[in-house]
């Protein structure tokens, strides 16, 4: 059953009567509740009455036809023929008989503009969503990319370390090996010059006090105190008591300072 608009304006005044009454008993707070209420379905009432309106002027193409106005002939003719008892009874059946079904007439506007704008919202939904999974394609690409130079920077890494290990124990190795060969050098050396050194002492040892005396008379002092030191006692001390006084007691004295 179609509600009429007298119909909605009776109830709202029905309620607005009501919701007077009730105000006056009510708190602050339950006013302004009130108040957003009556408002809210005041504005209901409105859209709805809107929708009614709307819908009834899409489904009766023949509304349009009974609101123009009537052409003058008709005016005139409806003017001068009288009404008869039973054209009254007939346009008070009319009035009284339920009006017609209305058509099915055009869909509306509104709901194809949601669909669209729905339509329209879809798609782009689906335009972020292709878009944000691309970039997390990309991402996911990138991170593959970061891990695998990741792994080999590790190994490098890896690799300069172990090459930095053996580096250092060649180096190790080789001033090992050098500082051997060179102790083993200065051990053949020391030989060789305490094998000369011997052979020296036995030679001044066999050789006549005044002709070793001759000899160191020649020589430097450091010299001359190095072979009485490679000689025996005994034989220095005959070498020395046929040197100068003088130059004997100065290699007597060297002998000394560098006795252990």
């Known amino acids: 059953m179609r509600t009429t608009p007298m119909a909605e304006r009776r109830t709202d005044r029905i309620i607005l009567s009501r919701a007077s009454r009730g105000r006056r008993s009510l708190s602050p ?23 009614m309106v709307q819908l ?51 869909a509306l506007d509104t709901p194809r503009e949601i669909l669209d704008m729905l339509d329209l919202r879809k798609r782009d939904l689906d335009r ?34 172990q090459a930095r290990a053996k580096q250092d124990q060649q180096a190790a190795d080789a001033k090992a090996e050098h500082t051997k060969a060179q102790l083993e050098r200065e051990r053949r050396a020391q030989a060789h010059k305490n094998e000369y050194q011997a052979q020296l002492a036995k030679m001044y040892e066999t050789m006549a006090p005044e002709e070793a005396a001759a000899r160191l008379e020649r020589m430097p ?21 046929q040197i100068k006084v003088d130059r004997a007691a100065k290699l007597t004295e060297q002998l000394l300072t560098l006795a252990p």
């Open 29 to 51: 707070a339950q006013r302004r509740s009130y108040l957003w209420t009556l408002a809210g379905g005041l504005v209901g009432s409105t859209v709805l009455l809107w929708i």
């Open 128 to 161: 972020r969503e292709e878009a944000i999974r691309q970039q997390e394609e990309r991402l996911m690409m990138v991170k593959a990319e970061i891990e695998q130079l990741l792994t080999k920077n590790e190994a490098l890494e890896q690799r300069l370390q």
């Open 221 to 241: 002092d450091r010299k001359a105190v190095e072979i009485l030191r490679l000689v025996k006692g005994k034989t220095a001390g005959a070498i020395l008591a």
């Open 56 to 106: 009834g002027q899409a489904s009766d193409p023949k509304s349009k036809a009974t609101l123009t106005p009537a052409r003058p002939s008709e005016r005139s003719a409806s003017h001068a023929a009288p009404s008869s008892p039973v054209a009254e009874s007939e346009m008070d059946e009319q009035s009284l008989a339920p009006p017609a079904p209305a058509l099915q007439g055009p």
